[in-house]
């Protein structure tokens, strides 16, 4: 079993940066992709970016040049630094962990952005 654990959330003001975390802990295996979602209310799940442990990367074409994944396989973590953010970056955003046909969600951190 997979715990996901997010955290660095929080209300911004528009341009302005954060950081988001996600450490996991429990039945790691070697090969697997972590990334991040958001949501609003009323509204679909979103994939934001994700990274493989090779340390392959996709974007959102909403976030590309904004956002950037990054991992530490040692240390089971995950990282979202985002940069110049919006209002419409305004979201539940949620830490994803895929490996052999499983996928483990962590609670969620919300990130506001307003001015």
């Known amino acids: 079993q997979v715990q996901l654990v997010e955290s660095g959330g929080g209300l911004v003001q528009p341009g302005e940066s954060l950081r988001l975390s996600c450490a996991a802990s429990g039945s790691i295996f070697s090969v697997n992709t972590m990334g991040w979602y958001r949501q609003v209310p009323g509204k679909e799940r979103e994939l934001v970016a994700t990274?493989?442990?090779?340390?392959?990367?996709f974007y959102a074409g909403s976030v590309k040049g904004r956002f950037t994944i990054s991992r530490n396989n040692a240390k089971n973590t995950v990282h979202l630094e985002m940069n110049s953010l919006k209002p419409e970056d305004t979201a539940r955003y949620y830490c994803?962990?895929?490996?052999?046909?499983?996928?483990?969600w962590g609670q969620g951190t919300q990130v506001t952005v307003s001015s």
């Open positions: 994803n962990l895929r490996q052999r046909g499983d996928a483990t």
């Open positions: 990274i493989s442990s090779g340390g392959n990367t």
